[in-house]
């Protein structure tokens, strides 16, 4: 029997191969150069050549300056957010596919908080944290990045929970487990790949957000955004510090992924069959 590859005709594999290996190539050329201009000193980080020289200063300095701490805060923030955010998430999602609580309209109501623009709500969570002395702290920061990130999570994370079957909760509930038992004890460890997604796409949220980190946050609490931000100075921009910054940046991204691969497919086609 023929296999699929000797029935499609050879110069429409070779079309099919060199269009992906284009199409990748165009995809990681960018990261790949910001890699290169990374390693380069700044007055020759224009060049046009492929690689004029090499250093790793640009990474000693900003590890060196402030840019270590605000990569730290980075991480507690992120992590700190998943952590507030993905309890509330998994219990709200559950209570909207088990038990239908609030109807479509409180479904409907948690999405729509996704639609609200971050410009309209950043000045009334400033004047509102300042008041509470939140302000310039990681606190405030973790606490707003988890309210950013519940209503997305609980929607996700509903997903998840309406792909589970129901049987399995009552056969628990037969063998004497009550309902929050059988959520805890069934329904979470089958939701983990769902659930390590959800909470993958809260730490990237977390980790990339911009304009709350600008306003919130002060020199000593200040994130990866914004330290990469003020890395332009009055003579332009840094480029080959601000490329440097950027694979810093997109270094935990990158190991958390290929770490969690597994359980992010899992997770993002969990519940797609029934």
Known sequence: MRSDSETIPFRRRFGLHFGLCLACALILLPPLWVLRTSFLPEQLSYSSELMPAFTTENYAALISSRFGGSYLNSLVVALGSVLVALPFAATTGYAFARFRTGGRWARFIVLATQMLPPVALV???????????????????????????????????????????????WAAMTDGATA?????????????????AAGVLGFILAWNEFLFALVLSGPATATIPVALAALQTSNGVQIAKVSAGVILAILPLVVASRFIQRFIVQGLTFGSVK
């Open 123 to 169: 000045l009334p969570t400033f004047t509102l944290f300042r008041s509470l002395e939140l302000s310039n702290s990681l606190t405030g920061l973790i606490i707003v990045y988890a309210a950013l990130n519940l209503p997305f999570l609980t929607w996700i994370l509903m997903g998840f929970f309406e792909g589970v079957p129901i049987d399995l909760e």
């Open 180 to 196: 929050w038992g059988a959520f805890w004890r069934i329904v979470l460890p089958v939701s983990l790949p769902g659930i390590a």
